[in-house]
């Protein structure tokens, strides 16, 4: 299929296509209180296709009058009508419709979410298809989150917990895995019977507006489910300042996360906040060194490096250093660039222009700093595709720990080596961050393989795998890479409240002016 022809005609009557305006373009509004509305001001933005440098669909542009009103719908049903009146099972039941959905309109959604960010449509393919397990797996989990009976030391009174949900949640995306990380806050706030807001990045609003036809098809109630578009400025701050926003859920980058963390503070928010990283991929000369070269290839270069837990900086023993770099160096040699719905494809390109030129500033930086190019270094010229945002997959060697290319988030194709003599060097190095998002280890050694996991300070350690997830296990950082859990059972307790309720058995109050 080439860009030409790309079909974006959906697959199941559950989805119609979105208006088309005359000049074939798709227009995406606000999703509001179960309609699809303009925004207050008529503004839109572009967005435009990362392979082929098209703008494909204008998206709404929001503000604080849009985000006004999808809080107001958001709130009423959360305090009033069918939503609260739902049972825990009744929300699971909704959520495993939803999820049915999910697996039969997978690849519309993978089609969307490619032409938006330029994924490899495989690997969306892939992902959408997984992310019904967000929704069956909550599901299941909305009427097992149980209160306790507290044995107290009062006597006459009887004290038992109760889990509640929190309120209304602002949930704020980024544009790397748009519709599978908003799943990882959608599902929990929904089985813990939160309503939501979305902010979807303004780059990649798309898919997210073709999802919420699966939400209203699977039966919820208007208003549990609303999104807005456009700016961070513009309608983020809106949405983080709003009083009857109880929670904040956001995934991005560290500076917009520190500023939302601030802001939240000033009033009161909870926060969970999925931030950035510059995870080291630790490889030990006693590791099955085939699977290792795999492990690192996958660490850094898969989805073009743009992955908050890319393993950016590869730590590697001395005394296998220089081979392992010359494997490295053929492993990628001659790697496919396409279009993402091409099978033989295997690098996709960077989803945005500032992010291409974000990572071409960071090369530069490398050289600047003393570090040496051994591989990529530059954008790719693909044919067929002259604007098309490609860029070759990147190594530095002779890299320092404390060198910027070392310490800060680049999130794109481009790896630091660093050599290591043993394992304490490598535990000094791996931690000398601010960041502390996820950590690969590749050793045969059962005795290393322990002591490294414990040693190294990240929310994630792989030991001889990296990437692996599952909804059933909490993701989350260290540091500066974020706060909070999203994933397991965790997960849920983000979206709850305790509440502690003392029941009187007691026959007499006691006058308080008596003491006895
Ligand atoms: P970003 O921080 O620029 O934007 C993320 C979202 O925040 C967007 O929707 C944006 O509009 C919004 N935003 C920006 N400024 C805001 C503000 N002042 N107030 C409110 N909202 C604001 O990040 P990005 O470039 O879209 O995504 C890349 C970043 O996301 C990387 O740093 C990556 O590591 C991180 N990320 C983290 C995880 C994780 O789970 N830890 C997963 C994926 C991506």
């Given at each position: 299929m080439t860009a030409a022809t790309l079909s974006l005609d959906?697959?199941?009557?559950?989805i119609r296509p979105t208006q088309q305006d005359s000049d074939q373009r798709y227009r995406y509004q606000h999703y509001i209180d179960g309609a699809f509305v303009d925004p207050a001001s008529n503004a839109w933005l572009e967005t435009s296709d990362?392979?082929?440098?098209?703008?494909w669909a204008w998206v709404a542009r929001g503000d604080a009058a849009d985000v006004e009103r999808a809080v107001t719908a958001a709130h009423r049903a959360f305090s009033e009508g069918a939503w609260p009146a739902l049972s825990a099972s009744g929300r699971g039941a909704l959520m495993r419709k939803l999820g049915d959905l999910i697996t039969e309109n997978a690849d519309w959604l993978a089609r969307v979410e490619m032409r938006d960010n330029g994924k490899l449509f495989a690997e969306l393919s892939m992902q959408m298809r997984y992310m019904a397990n967000y929704y069956y797996y909550y599901g299941g989990l909305a009427d097992k989150i149980e209160g306790t009976v507290i044995p107290t030391d009062k006597p006459g009174v009887f004290n038992y917990t109760r889990p509640e949900p929190i309120g209304v949640v602002a949930c704020i995306m980024p544009w790397n895995s748009p519709l599978p990380l908003t799943s990882l806050k959608l599902a929990p706030a929904l089985a813990a019977g939160c309503t939501v807001v979305l902010k979807p990045s303004e780059f990649t609003s798309a898919s997210l507006l073709e999802f919420v036809k699966l939400v209203e098809a699977a039966g919820f109630?208007?208003?549990?489910v609303n999104v807005i578009t456009g700016y961070g400025a513009e309608v983020g701050d809106a949405l983080i300042s709003?009083?009857?926003?109880?929670r904040i859920a956001f995934t991005g980058g560290p500076e917009a996360g520190r500023m939302i963390n601030e802001k939240a503070a000033r009033h009161m928010k909870r926060v969970t906040l999925e931030l950035g990283g510059k995870s080291p991929n630790i490889v030990f000369d006693d590791a099955e060194l085939d699977q290792a070269i795999k492990g690192a290839v996958a660490g850094i270069f898969a989805a073009s490096g743009q992955?908050?837990?890319?393993?950016s900086r590869l730590l590697v023993q001395d005394t296998i250093h220089d081979a392992f770099v010359e494997r490295l160096k053929a492993f990628i040699a001659d790697v496919r660039f396409g279009?993402?719905?091409?099978?033989?494809?295997q690098v996709a390109p960077i989803s945005t222009r500032p992010q291409l030129e974000k990572i071409k500033s960071y090369v530069e930086i490398a050289k600047s700093e003393g570090a040496r190019l051994v591989a990529g270094g530059e954008p790719a010229s693909v044919p067929g595709y002259p604007k098309g945002l490609f860029f070759k997959p990147t190594i530095f060697v002779?890299?320092?720990?404390?060198m910027r290319i070392a310490q800060?988030?680049?999130?794109?194709p481009v790896l630091s080596v660093i050599r290591f003599k043993d394992e304490d060097e490598a535990v000094r190095i791996a931690n000398d961050?601010?960041?502390?998002l996820a950590a690969g280890i590749w050793t045969q050694s059962m005795r290393r393989a322990l002591t490294m996991a414990n040693r190294v300070r990240a929310g994630t350690v792989w030991v001889n795998n990296y990437r692996s997830t599952s909804t059933t296990s909490p993701f989350g950082g260290f540091k500066m890479s974020g706060v909070g859990r999203e994933g397991g059972i965790a997960g849920i307790r983000e979206y709850m409240e305790t509440k502690s309720v003392w029941i009187s058995t007691a026959t007499d109050i006691p006058n308080p002016f008596i003491r006895r």
């Open positions: 959906p697959i199941s009557p559950a990362p392979v082929t440098g098209e703008d109630p208007k208003g549990v709003h009083k009857l926003v109880e992955t908050c837990v890319a393993g279009h993402p719905s091409d099978p033989a494809t002779d890299v320092k720990n404390s800060e988030e680049v999130f794109g961050t601010q960041f502390g």
